[in-house]
């Protein structure tokens, strides 16, 4: 059984509607045999979800296309394309038979390489949730595979066809695994804004991808990622936003030199993929629920704001699009003041904009309601992209309630600000009015429930715990209690008890597995006032602890299934940016008449492009390439989670781009030997497909180098070689934009020297004590090395060809935790000097030493030393020029 459908139901948390998302640390499904599942004895609708929190919302199975099961389906998956590593990425080589997706790996010449492979590349985005697929890998040296997310660009060379906006945003790695090591698996993750950030983990020892089929996962949160391998939770990694909706890749590469050929032509083989989405929390259900964005009647801002830009490009995502608002200015304050119809009690959420670190760690936001106001303490570093919960507050209309944002004294950074929600909502904590026990019950400061507060814990089943709401309204309620994270001996069965206007209905709840979420109970009708409550027990015979936090009443519309209208008068252009380069699609609509209409997706081409329901009627997205012509739909999204169908097709074109990016900026050249290197600022072109590099008046780039993504690789520089030391030589660089215009030369004059440049693989440099490998990047994007032992030497040793004066420089690198006070110490026929450097701090670059006289031959040295322990001595590169 193929499915190929958004679960109707799940229209909303697809994207990540959820005001909270799960955070479980439950293993998923144990795997099956290793053996593929026989096509007709499984089906992907039924399946339950590996993890608590999701249900399956779209999923291949791989079961062919035509009667007989051949064939991918082209309408959902682009071929993976272009050269890579060691093999030529071939559509032929990928086939569906037999409830099997198979990439096949040759030993055939293609596009000048000698082997053959490929992929497929999802033509949907996918946003938070599990992602799932199980598979057969390679296991003879030569071969890559990889299950991951990253989105498309017109600089991706992998899938020529897609002309579509610029989407590559961020990566996650669900595994990797070289076949020569196929039981070592890598789990990592990576961003592409504001430029390539790598965010590492940890090798992971599991069982051998070739000897059957296996089944791997990871789940993506607003605030890490969780791997998984058979049913195990392998590593978790920490993934700050920003977030994009992205396309999941499952590919095979030749990548390992030499290619044990023995047993080629060979396959992987993939059983399915499947994709989990967050169950909703019934945050936007509520007919009154109120938005207030950046940019609406209900905001103002207080001191210095701006857009947040980042290089041209708009990097951060808000809760309807990329117009984000920042402030680096002391005492800064924005506010959102609603439009509020009904006195009630509201649970205000605020959007967390989140751009790695960058964020206020201490983000003060004031809530100003019936009772006074209270104060809420946020670090925007760390929540997350996603609805942040401030707590539940009765407001009354037309008396100035509201939010306002300040960044507090207690934390720094960039304060962000974007949308507020108020959405009517009772919500009882343990301990608040409303909340009751009954037996014995303790406090835990160890296991955090609602907004980070205590829980209540018992033991024996006499204790019970209730929750008496004073609802505002007689009225049906979706009604959540909170499940907090926790030890595996809380129960997994919460016996709640709901008293409602229609009588009592008993609901068993998975309360355990450290779900760390809401969890829906059911949708009831209650009276206003306090007649209803819900009830917390523990059945008898059942061990383990019963935890008690809170319940939210959450007023809901009636339930139907019907699809909204159709949104109307869709008007869509595109404008472009002279001075970025930039092609910026406007698309409006007039929204549908109908009373519960919760907002509009937007696709283009028939991908949607917002991670959830556009509460405004209009939306912008940036970067779209010039000279194309893009199909534009809009849909309606009603509270029940019901979408329309699409509107009519609106085409509209994007304008050619005829001009030149402007030159490059602060070009400047690094003599080498026989060579140099060349250095300069990246373009603030937003269409930027890379650069051109000239030497002597000729081109020596076949293709553009670099990327909007790599502004990080400038600073690292463009080696260039094959030049003639004592010569004067022209270097030039040219930026080149994705329509093929190129700039003006930007041009710088060198002329290389003979010099003993000596890195740490080269012959000349030696060690003593404990040292290893580096992360951190020396001269030219090089590897380094390290060592926190206060014994711990390493020597740079030249063989010098003449005698003379040579200046000494030394390339150092600099992190956080290297030593402030690196003991440089140099050898030459005088004696020996010493200098101190912090490599804290200032480098990254070459540091000159000072100028000595040296022998021929290998007389002096150079010899770095630390003289504060604790800390990290970093190496790599040392010149001597004559």
């Known amino acids: 059984m193929k499915v190929r459908r958004t679960v109707v139901a799940l229209a909303l948390a697809a994207a990540f509607a959820a005001a909270v998302l799960p955070s479980s640390t439950a293993a998923p499904a144990s795997p099956v045999d290793a053996s593929p599942i026989a096509v007709g004895a499984r089906s992907a609708a039924s399946s339950p979800a590996p993890v608590p929190g999701y249900q399956l919302s779209w999923a291949d199975e791989f079961d062919g296309v035509a009667a007989d099961g051949l064939g991918l389906d082209e309408s959902q998956w682009h071929y993976r394309e272009g050269e890579k590593a060691i093999c030529s990425n071939s559509p032929d080589n990928v086939s569906v038979s037999q409830g099997l997706m198979r990439i096949a790996l040759k030993r055939e010449a293609r596009a000048g390489m000698d082997y053959t492979c490929g992929g497929v590349i999802s033509r949907r985005t996918f946003g938070y949730g599990y992602y799932e697929t199980r598979a057969q890998l390679w296991g003879d040296q030569g071969f890559h595979s990889a299950m991951w997310t990253t989105g498309l660009a017109d600089y991706v060379p992998d899938t020529p066809g897609y002309k579509g906006p610029n989407n590559r945003v961020n990566e996650i790695d669900g595994f990797e695994v070289d076949s020569h090591k196929p039981d070592e698996f890598t789990q990592v993750s990576h961003w592409f804004v504001p430029h390539h950030v790598g965010n590492p983990g940890r090798p992971y020892k599991g069982p051998d991808s070739s000897d059957g089929f296996h089944t791997y996962g990871f789940e993506w949160t607003p605030t890490e990622v969780r791997y998984y391998i058979d049913g195990k939770l392998t590593q978790t990694l920490p993934k700050a936003g920003p977030h994009g909706l992205q396309n999941i890749w499952l590919t095979t590469l030749g990548y390992t030199s030499p290619v044990d050929e023995t047993n080629l032509p060979g396959e992987t083989t993939w059983d399915y993929f499947r994709y989990y989405a967050p169950v909703d929390s019934g945050a936007d259900t509520s007919a009154d629920t109120v938005v207030v964005d950046n940019g609406d009647s209900g905001y103002a801002e207080s001191g210095s704001w701006a857009d947040e830009i980042t290089d041209g490009h708009h990097e951060v995502f808000g809760f309807q699009n990329k117009d984000v608002r920042r402030s680096d200015a002391p005492g800064a304050s924005a506010r959102w003041t609603p439009g509020l119809e009904t006195a009630q009690p509201y649970e205000v959420f605020v959007w967390n904009p989140n751009l790695l670190k960058t964020g206020h760690t201490a983000a003060t936001y004031t809530v100003t309601h019936d009772q006074g106001t209270t104060e809420v303490t946020l670090d925007q570093t760390r929540s997350g992209q996603q609805w942040i919960s401030l707590g539940s507050y009765r407001m009354t209309p037309g008396v100035g309630h509201g939010i306002r944002v300040t960044g507090g004294t207690a934390g720094s950074g960039t304060l962000r600000a974007d949308a507020v929600k108020f959405v009517p909502a009772v919500v009882i904590d343990n301990g608040g009015s409303g909340y009751g026990e009954r037996g014995v019950w303790g406090a835990s400061a ?42 595996d001996d809380t129960i997994t069965a919460g016996a709640f008890t709901v008293v409602h206007e229609g009588g009592t209905t008993d609901v068993v709840a998975d ?132 979408e329309s169908a699409h509107s009519a097709v609106t085409k509209v074109r994007a304008p050619e781009d005829t001009k030149a990016p402007a030159p490059p900026a602060d070009v400047s050249a690094e003599a080498t030997n026989g060579g140099a290197v060349l250095y300069w600022d990246q373009s603030l072109e937003v269409d930027l497909h890379g650069y051109h590099v000239y030497v002597d008046g000729k081109r020596i780039t076949e293709e553009p180098y670099g990327n909007p993504a790599d502004a990080h690789l400038r600073p690292l520089g463009f080696p260039v070689g094959e030049l003639t030391n004592d010569v004067e030589h022209e270097l030039a660089v040219t930026a080149v934009d994705q329509t093929g215009n190129e700039s003006t030369r930007a041009t710088v004059r060198v002329t290389p020297r003979p010099m003993s440049l000596i890195g740490i693989d080269d012959e000349g440099y030696t060690e003593t004590g404990v040292w290893t490998a580096s992360s951190v990047t020396g001269w030219t994007g090089s590897k380094t090395r390290t060592s926190n032992s206060s014994s711990a030497t390493a020597t740079w040793r030249p063989q010098l060809d003449t005698a003379g004066q040579y200046e000494v420089f030394a390339w150092v690198p600099n992190n956080a935790n290297s030593s402030t006070a690196a003991r440089y110490s140099v050898t030459h026929a005088g004696g020996t000097s010493a200098i101190d450097i912090d490599q804290t701090t200032g480098g990254n670059r070459w540091i000159s030493l000072g100028t000595f006289g040296f022998a021929a031959g290998a007389t002096g040295d150079v010899t770095v030393s630390n003289t504060v322990p604790g800390s990290y001595l970093r190496t790599s590169y040392v010149k001597f020029v004559r």
Request: charge should be positive; aromatic fraction near 10%.
């Open 446 to 487: 160890a296991v955090k429930g609602w907004r980070g507060s205590d829980t209540r814990w018992a033991t024996s089943s006499a204790a019970t715990a209730r929750w008496t709401p004073d609802l505002p309204t007689s009225t049906r309620y979706d009604v959540y209690a909170w499940a907090p994270a926790s030890a």
């Open 511 to 642: 309360t355990g597995n450290g779900t760390d979420r809401w969890v829906r109970l059911g949708n009831f009708p209650f009276a206003a006032g306090s007649t209803g409550y819900v009830e917390l027990g523990k059945k008898p015979g059942v061990e383990g602890i019963m935890r008690a936090d809170a319940v939210k009443f959450l007023p809901t519309a009636p339930s139907d299934a019907q699809a909204p209208t159709v949104p109307r008068n869709i008007l869509a252009s595109v404008r472009p940016n002279a001075s970025n380069g930039d092609a910026v699609l406007h698309v409006r609509w007039s929204p549908a008449n109908d009373g519960d209409v919760l907002g509009h997706h937007v696709y283009v081409d028939g991908n949607r492009v917002t991670w959830q329901p556009v509460r405004r009627n209009s939306l912008c997205l940036y970067e779209m390439l010039a000279g194309q012509t893009y199909d534009v739909t809009v849909t309606s999204v009603d509270r029940s989670g019901n």
